[in-house]
């Protein structure tokens, strides 16, 4: 039987906490996979930390998207843009 998530709010600490996962599994994927890395891993984590504390920050349950699903996007993107940046300034 498929749960209904509540409305609660979290505090956004925890929702970095809770989800740090995210960072590792963007920097994996695919989209940033296809992409030269011309950013060192270490740093890839520090851009994907800061891009995760800003979607808990800006976060707004009353959308009804989960917050999982929310934070992958801004941190793909984020980091996306980080290494194409990157790239065209080494370039």
């Known amino acids: 039987m498929k749960q209904e998530r509540k409305n609660t709010v979290i505090p956004s600490h925890l929702l970095v906490l809770t989800n740090l996962d995210l960072i590792e599994m963007v920097i994996v994927g ?36 989960l917050f999982e699903v929310y934070a992958y996007a801004c941190i793909e993107n984020t980091i996306v843009a980080a290494l194409e940046q990157s790239h065209m300034a080494s370039a």
């Open 30 to 65: 695919d989209k940033v996979q296809r992409l030269p890395q011309t950013i060192k891993q270490k740093h890839l984590l520090h851009i994907g930390y800061e891009a995760l504390c800003k979607a808990a920050e800006g976060y707004k349950a009353e959308t009804r998207v």
